[in-house]
């Protein structure tokens, strides 16, 4: 990995944030800038460094992750933002995706996965592993308007970038795709921007939403 990702933790429980600092400190191409224990703080912080990714509680004193996420969008959006939640429960995933998160992760997630979830985030802007992304369409199946619905047809796609779409909603970056294509990585990047211009999508949520509706995947 050629550019080194700086991450900032936000976490009230000392135990869970003091871990998440010993086991990300270890990994190739991270580097933690620092680590708070509410919100409040974490602004703080933001004034003066700014992370690459946030990995961020929901459930925090003097200032919640709620509230946070809301000003860090507004004061930063090239911020991304990773959930880190005990309330792993379908209607705080809908909420926070709608938000704008990048990744929405439970807690009891092993580091190898937060670990890719954040070599992800940072090359193709998020990660929905495939329980998120069950919700993401059952959601979609349940709503008039969906959570992001578009007028495209998918036949206005080729079959190339139909099969990008695919591999991109598995969570894929451009390197993968590229290696499974034989195809160089900037012509997955030229893709890749190509398709979210067509779906109108404005991030790998909104994709998979187009990607569900136009039955491009299936969702288990």
């Given at each position: 990995?050629?550019?080194?990702?700086?991450?900032?933790?936000?976490?009230?429980?000392?135990?869970v944030?003091?871990g998440?600092?010993?086991?990300?400190?270890?990994?190739?191409g991270?580097?933690?800038?620092?680590?708070?224990?509410?919100?409040q703080?974490?602004?703080?912080?933001?004034?003066?460094?700014?992370p690459?990714?946030?990995l961020?509680?929901?459930e925090?004193p003097?200032?919640?992750?709620?509230e946070?996420?809301?000003?860090?969008?507004?004061?930063?959006?090239?911020?991304?933002i990773m959930?880190?939640?005990?309330?792993f429960e379908?209607?705080f995933?809908?909420e926070?995706?709608?938000?704008g998160?990048?990744?929405?992760?439970?807690k009891?997630?092993?580091i190898?996965?937060?670990?890719?979830?954040i070599?992800?985030?940072h090359?193709?802007?998020?990660?929905?592993?495939?329980?998120?992304?069950?919700?993401?369409?059952?959601?979609?199946?349940?709503?008039?308007d969906?959570?992001?619905?578009t007028e495209?047809?998918e036949?206005?796609?080729?079959?190339k970038?139909?099969t990008?779409?695919?591999?991109?909603?598995?969570?894929?970056?451009?390197e993968?795709?590229?290696?499974?294509?034989?195809?160089?990585?900037?012509?997955?990047?030229?893709?890749?921007?190509?398709?979210m211009?067509k779906?109108?999508?404005?991030?790998?949520?909104?994709?998979?939403?187009?990607?569900?509706?136009?039955?491009?995947?299936?969702?288990?």
């Amino acid at each position: 990995m050629s550019e080194q990702i700086h991450i900032a933790i936000a976490e009230d429980h000392d135990l869970v944030r003091e871990g998440l600092v010993s086991l990300l400190k270890d990994q190739e191409g991270i580097k933690v800038l620092f680590d708070v224990s509410n919100g409040q703080q974490l602004l703080d912080k933001l004034k003066i460094v700014k992370p690459h990714i946030i990995l961020l509680d929901l459930e925090m004193p003097v200032m919640s992750g709620k509230e946070a996420l809301e000003k860090i969008k507004q004061r930063y959006p090239k911020i991304k933002i990773m959930v880190l939640s005990a309330f792993f429960e379908d209607r705080f995933i809908i909420e926070y995706v709608k938000k704008g998160v990048n990744a929405f992760l439970p807690k009891n997630y092993k580091i190898e996965k937060v670990v890719d979830a954040i070599y992800k985030v940072h090359e193709v802007g998020a990660y929905f592993d495939s329980h998120v992304s069950m919700i993401m369409a059952k959601e979609l199946s349940e709503s008039k308007d969906g959570m992001n619905s578009t007028e495209i047809n998918e036949n206005e796609l080729t079959e190339k970038e139909k099969t990008i779409i695919r591999y991109i909603c598995q969570n894929k970056t451009s390197e993968e795709i590229a290696k499974l294509l034989n195809l160089s990585k900037k012509t997955i990047d030229y893709h890749r921007s190509k398709i979210m211009d067509k779906t109108h999508s404005s991030s790998i949520a909104s994709l998979i939403t187009f990607a569900v509706q136009q039955k491009l995947i299936s969702i288990q």
